[in-house]
């Protein structure tokens, strides 16, 4: 099992920037890959951005791509996501979703990011 746990979200205006916090609850070594999602009301929860736990190996939706970095600190089990230029279209609940080795899924609560216009 792993716990996630999202933080980080918030109300910020057009052109404005937030990181999130993805705080594992063991090594990160543990796990494959944790990844970005998000959904915004009455749309399909999208991937924004993934990132191995070992190597450099990262992915971004080309929505996001050049404006949104995913990066992470393994001493402190935790992944982040810089969100720089906001738009409101990035308005949404963005989640944390962890897979292991064996395939299965972990999900934390999610956090609300609003963009204002």
């Known amino acids: 099992q792993v716990q996630l746990v999202e933080s980080g979200g918030g109300l910020v205006p057009a052109g404005g920037s937030l990181r999130l916090s993805c705080a594992a609850s063991?090594?990160?070594?543990?796990?494959?890959?944790v990844g970005w999602y998000r959904q915004a009301p009455g749309k399909q929860r999208e991937l924004v951005a993934t990132?191995?736990?070992?190597?450099?190996?990262?992915n971004y939706a080309d929505s996001v791509k050049g404006r949104f970095t995913i990066s992470r600190d393994n001493a402190k089990n935790t992944v982040y996501l810089q969100m720089n230029s906001l738009k409101p279209e990035d308005t949404a609940v963005y989640s944390c979703?962890?897979?292991?080795?064996?395939?299965?899924?972990?999900w934390g609560q999610g956090t609300q990011v609003t963009v204002s216009s």
């Open positions: 979703n962890a897979k292991d080795f064996y395939g299965r899924a972990y």
């Open positions: 063991r090594s990160i070594f543990s796990i494959n890959t």
């Open positions: 990132i191995a736990t070992s190597g450099s190996s990262t």
